[in-house]
């Protein structure tokens, strides 16, 4: 099991020591747990795809901790500024073109001329993103196609020595992933369904935001492979009774369930519950998962997303 520290100024200091170093941490976000290295250092960065057993064609997220140094690396289009002044800090990604002799691993963007550039919201990624120094390349502190994590313990019981600290900050708020959104083309493009929702982003563009189709090839939206976020446990959705065997992920309060999302039916509530929920069903034992209907609307769509790559994998 990796070494679970919680966080502290003390323990901050140390996560970024290490990470300045060339060590992989794992630090909470309000989305998921990451799993953090310098991003500066295509050595460190090429150990987080050896540590979650990752196709090396998924590029990753780069976290910093405020807008400008966001501009070092990226190139902000009027569009891309307005965008990021909305909705940073927050749960979205920015596809970006890479500034010109950007300093970036160039393993960070999988070979693209793109980089995923985020400056998250939650104190503790803020507070060592400040104290490293350098930004933070971050996928979600999982093995390749499991489930993400959104408690400290789910990510020190999926990794050994190869990740030299958890940083526990507690459960992460919103508990899905963040939103990815291209700007470096033309016309805006949803990837990733995530923490902002589609109708927040077409707010703040004032146009409508195409959503990218699922295509296990197109190496614009690796991160849309279909098998992905896959408890080991088979699951399905839209589940109006359970089978033999199957245990009942409820939402909106559903007889018989064994836990429920959110019993008032609140999308928010539910997605900082999902992947806690699937991760504890998923030790269970059960024969299956059988999850209750999620309307497919604000954060729903996320859940749907998620739900649908769980139920394929
Ligand atoms: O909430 C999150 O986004 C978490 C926290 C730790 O920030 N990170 C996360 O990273 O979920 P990851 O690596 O699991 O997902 C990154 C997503 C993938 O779908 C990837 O394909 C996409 O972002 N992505 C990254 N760089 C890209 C690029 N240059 N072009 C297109 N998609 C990119
Ligand atoms: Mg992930």
Do not use: Q
């Amino acid at each position: 099991m990796a070494r679970l520290v919680s966080f502290t100024e003390e323990t901050t200091e140390e996560a970024a020591a290490l990470l300045r170093a060339g060590a992989l941490v794992s630090f909470p976000t309000e989305t998921v747990y990451g799993l953090g290295a310098n991003a500066l250092d295509e050595g460190a960065v090429a150990s987080i795809y050896a540590a979650k057993d990752r196709p090396s064609f998924n590029p990753l997220i780069v976290h910093v901790p405020d807008n400008e140094t966001a501009r070092r690396y990226a190139r902000f289009s009027d569009l891309a500024e307005r965008v990021a002044a909305a909705l940073w800090p927050g749960p979205l990604s920015l596809v970006l073109p890479r500034t010109k002799d950007c300093p970036l691993s160039k393993l960070v963007s999988a070979g693209l001329d793109t980089v995923a550039i985020r400056v998250p919201a939650s104190a503790p990624a803020r507070r060592l993103l400040v104290a490293a120094r350098v930004p933070v390349a971050g996928p979600s502190a999982n093995k390749s196609g499991r489930l993400s994590p959104t408690e400290a313990r789910h990510v020190a019981d999926g990794f050994g020595d190869e990740v030299a600290m958890v940083l526990d900050g507690g459960t992460c708020v919103v508990g899905l992933e963040s939103t990815v959104l291209d700007l470096s083309t033309e016309t805006p493009t949803l990837l990733r369904a995530g923490g902002v929702t589609h109708e927040a982003l077409e707010e703040v563009i004032a146009a409508p935001v195409s959503v990218a189709g699922v295509d296990d090839t197109a190496p614009k939206s690796p991160g849309m492979m279909s098998r992905h976020y896959a408890p080991r446990t088979p699951l399905r959705m839209n589940a109006s009774e359970v089978k033999r065997g199957e245990a009942l992920l409820g939402f909106g309060g559903n007889k018989g369930a064994v836990a429920d999302l959110s019993p008032a039916g609140d999308l928010v509530e539910a997605a900082a519950n999902l992947f806690r929920m699937l991760h504890e069903f998923d030790g269970e034992g059960y024969a299956g998962i059988a999850v209750a209907p999620i309307p497919e609307s604000g954060l729903g769509r996320a859940i749907n997303d998620r739900l649908r790559r769980a139920a394929r994998g």
